[in-house]
């Protein structure tokens, strides 16, 4: 996706890369760079990146740092009333959003890896609908 935007692209492993072959052929067919040295340090002004430091002393200037962060929930409510995650983290989710402890439903990023509003929205109005429609069955 980043190839997109730009040619300019250089992947900090920080540490040894373990890519295998096939990929690095690919990222060399692309000039994707691949620098494995240690980052040490994150320069900025006001937020906006300058610099990345390395543990070898030397100092490259980014425009734009992403990050592969490891998704985490931000509340841990459904852990502990019994949902069960998945194994990137997410809670899992059967048909109609429904979680495995019965009454609990999950929508939106918390349970979907494609997050983006619109996800969110589609995802929440289903699981909104579906409790709705079976607390009024329950009362019925
Ligand atoms: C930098 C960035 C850029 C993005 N750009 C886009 C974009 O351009 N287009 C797009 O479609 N999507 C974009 N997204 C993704 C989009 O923002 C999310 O997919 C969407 O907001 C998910 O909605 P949600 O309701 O599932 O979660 P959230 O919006 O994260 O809402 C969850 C809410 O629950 C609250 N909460 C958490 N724990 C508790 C607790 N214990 N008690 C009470 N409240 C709690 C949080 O404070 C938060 O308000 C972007 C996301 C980020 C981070």
Known sequence: MVNN?????TILTNGKAD???E???KL????I??????ISEIEHKDGKLKNLIFKDGNKIA???AYGAIP???HSDIPVSLGCELTEQGYLKIVLFKKTNVPNIYA??????MMRSVANAVSSGNTAGAVANGELVQEQF
């Open 5 to 9: 935007l730009t040619k300019n692209i």
């Open 19 to 21: 890519f295998t072959t």
């Open 23 to 25: 990929q690095f052929e």
């Open 28 to 31: 060399n067919k692309h000039n």
């Open 33 to 38: 760079k691949i620098i494995e040295t240690q």
């Open 62 to 64: 980014f425009d734009v």
């Open 71 to 73: 998704f985490t929930q």
């Open 107 to 112: 929508c939106g990023d918390n349970s979907i």
